[in-house]
């Protein structure tokens, strides 16, 4: 069974920095490209960055320079590492990945910061 499990969220200040955790068990992330996704209340869900099976990153345009995604492989976990954050980074966010059929998700974590 595919668990994803996102940690690290929490109440932060603006200009501050949160790292989360994406803990993935049932398969092994070395292979996929696994994903962040955020949620704001009111607005649809959007993604935040990715990190390919080979390591490339992508970015949407409003986290670059302020977020970077890595793995270990060897833990079988995902982070997202938030610097500078803004009041419009509050959001649920959660890791995500595909294994044919299925698209997988965390509960998500919940990040809120402050002005």
């Known amino acids: 069974q595919v668990q994803l499990v996102e940690s690290g969220g929490g109440l932060v200040q603006a200009g501050g920095s949160l790292r989360l955790s994406c803990a993935v068990t049932?398969?092994?992330?070395?292979?996929?490209?696994m994903r962040w996704y955020r949620q704001a209340p009111g607005k649809q869900r959007e993604l935040v960055a990715q990190?390919?099976?080979?390591?490339?990153?992508d970015y949407a345009d409003s986290m670059k320079g302020r977020f970077t995604v890595s793995r270990d492989n060897a833990k079988n976990i995902v982070y997202l590492q938030m610097d500078s954050l803004k009041p419009e980074d509050t959001a649920v966010y959660y890791c995500?990945?595909?294994?044919?059929?299925?698209?997988?998700w965390g509960q998500g974590t919940q990040v809120t910061v402050s002005s």
């Open positions: 995500n990945t595909y294994q044919y059929p299925n698209y997988y």
């Open positions: 049932g398969i092994a992330i070395s292979f996929r490209a």
């Open positions: 990190i390919t099976s080979d390591g490339n990153e």
